[in-house]
């Protein structure tokens, strides 16, 4: 399996208003096919991409996407959501019918279904009865793997060896992962990750977006969410960004395939969220090359000096 994948988070949260839809699924669309067609495989998405009235759209335009695939590649792709423990979605049984709702978006084809937070700092009863509601619809053969998020090196171990304890393996973990993502407990993480033979999904690998700004530039997007952040973080990136447009330059490829191949050299599957065409020949192109040691390491030293770094997710667990 190609080791990137991507994300669809900024397919649902979009506001979705009358023609503008139309042309922007349009562009979606093509996006999609472009991915596939540039060998990207794995696609990450969630029952809270598109909330409200968007009504679930990261999975709905998903799958309306995927029922025009031919069967052979449909098949090869893997399909990922991630379940949502909201507060009102308790015991066992308290993601069958949102699975079901899933599974009716998706039009069938869900591969794996992940937990998308840890409950552990407020409800911890509550993720572990979701977990095991999982495994339930997991052995009644509902989908082929499970997957958590947010989850802290202690209670990934935890929640591994209980889903363990009925035979049922757990295939992946994702976090928050990039050049200037926390690090806090993020080799304890990995460590964990590869003892126990799990997947690390690198989430927002690209800073949500920061990392592929040239050093030059300083354009902050309009969302006021990316605005800060933007805000903060290009001036305290600019000598990473400098180091990454330089090995870019020699490579002959784009800072992001650099900043996505940083995420591989670490053992992670980056899911950048991809948005045109373009982005997603873009992202596809990293998967035939690698950084050197040297280039590894020159990273990890500007990466380490970075003067802010990313918010961590308050969800994140021990
Ligand atoms: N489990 C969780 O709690 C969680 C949380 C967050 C995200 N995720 C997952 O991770 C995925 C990716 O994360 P993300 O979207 O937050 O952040 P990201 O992947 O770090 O950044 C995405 C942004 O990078 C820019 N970009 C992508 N490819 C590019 C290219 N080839 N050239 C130039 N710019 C490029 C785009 O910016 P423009 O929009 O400006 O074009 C895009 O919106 C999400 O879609 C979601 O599936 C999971």
């Given at each position: 399996?190609t ?7 900024s397919?649902?949260?979009?506001f ?5 839809a139309?042309?922007n699924?349009?562009l979606?669309k093509?996006?999609f096919k472009?991915a596939?067609?540039?060998?990207l495989?794995l696609?990450d ?5 598109g ?9 709905q ?5 995927i029922e025009?695939?031919p069967?052979?590649?449909k098949?090869s792709?893997?399909?990922a959501?991630k ?10 049984k ?8 899933s599974k009716k978006?998706?039009?069938g084809?869900i591969d ?5 937070w840890?409950?552990y700092?407020?409800?911890p009863?509550?993720?572990?009865q979701?977990?095991d509601?999982i ?9 082929s793997?499970?997957g958590v998020s947010?989850?802290?090196p202690?209670?990934l171990r935890w929640l591994h060896s ?7 393996p757990?295939k992946?973990l994702?976090?928050?992962?990039s050049?200037l993502?926390p690090?806090q407990n993020?080799n304890?993480i990995?460590?964990?990750c590869?003892?126990l033979?799990i997947?690390l999904?690198?989430?927002s690998?690209l ?9 030059s530039?300083s354009?902050?997007p309009?969302t006021?969410?990316r ?6 973080l290009?001036?305290a990136?600019?000598d990473?960004?400098?180091g ?5 330059i020699e490579?002959?490829a784009?800072?992001v395939?650099v ?15 991809i948005?045109?065409?373009?982005q997603?020949?873009d992202i596809?192109?990293a998967?035939k ?22 918010p961590s997710?308050?969800l994140?667990s021990?």
């Amino acid at each position: 399996m190609t080791k990137i994948g991507f994300g669809t988070w900024s397919w649902g949260n979009r506001f979705v208003w009358g023609y503008e839809a139309d042309k922007n699924d349009q562009l979606l669309k093509q996006t999609f096919k472009a991915a596939i067609n540039n060998g990207l495989n794995l696609i990450d998405t969630a029952d809270s991409y598109g909330t409200g009235n968007l009504n679930g759209r990261s999975e709905q335009l998903l799958g309306n996407f995927i029922e025009e695939l031919p069967f052979s590649k449909k098949r090869s792709l893997t399909i990922a959501t991630k379940l949502a423990p909201y507060p009102w979605r308790i015991g066992r049984k308290g993601f069958y019918n949102p699975f079901k709702l899933s599974k009716k978006r998706l039009k069938g084809k869900i591969d794996r279904v992940q937990l998308h937070w840890s409950t552990y700092r407020y409800a911890p009863w509550q993720e572990t009865q979701l977990l095991d509601g999982i495994g339930d619809l997991y052995e009644n053969g509902e989908f082929s793997e499970i997957g958590v998020s947010n989850m802290g090196p202690k209670r990934l171990r935890w929640l591994h060896s209980r889903l363990k304890k009925r035979g049922i393996p757990l295939k992946s973990l994702q976090i928050q992962f990039s050049l200037l993502s926390p690090q806090q407990n993020r080799n304890q993480i990995k460590a964990v990750c590869k003892e126990l033979n799990i997947d690390l999904l690198a989430y927002s690998p690209l800073a949500l977006g920061i990392l592929a700004v040239k050093p030059s530039d300083s354009k902050v997007p309009n969302t006021l969410l990316r605005k800060i952040i933007f805000n903060r973080l290009l001036p305290a990136s600019i000598d990473l960004r400098k180091g990454l447009e330089r090995i870019a330059i020699e490579r002959k490829a784009s800072q992001v395939q650099v900043a996505l191949n940083w995420c591989r050299a670490h053992g992670a599957i980056p899911i950048p969220g991809i948005r045109t065409p373009f982005q997603a020949k873009d992202i596809g192109a990293a998967c035939k090359w690698q950084l050197s040691k040297k280039e590894i390491d020159l990273l990890d030293n500007l990466a380490n000096q970075a003067k802010r770094r990313m918010p961590s997710n308050p969800l994140l667990s021990k």
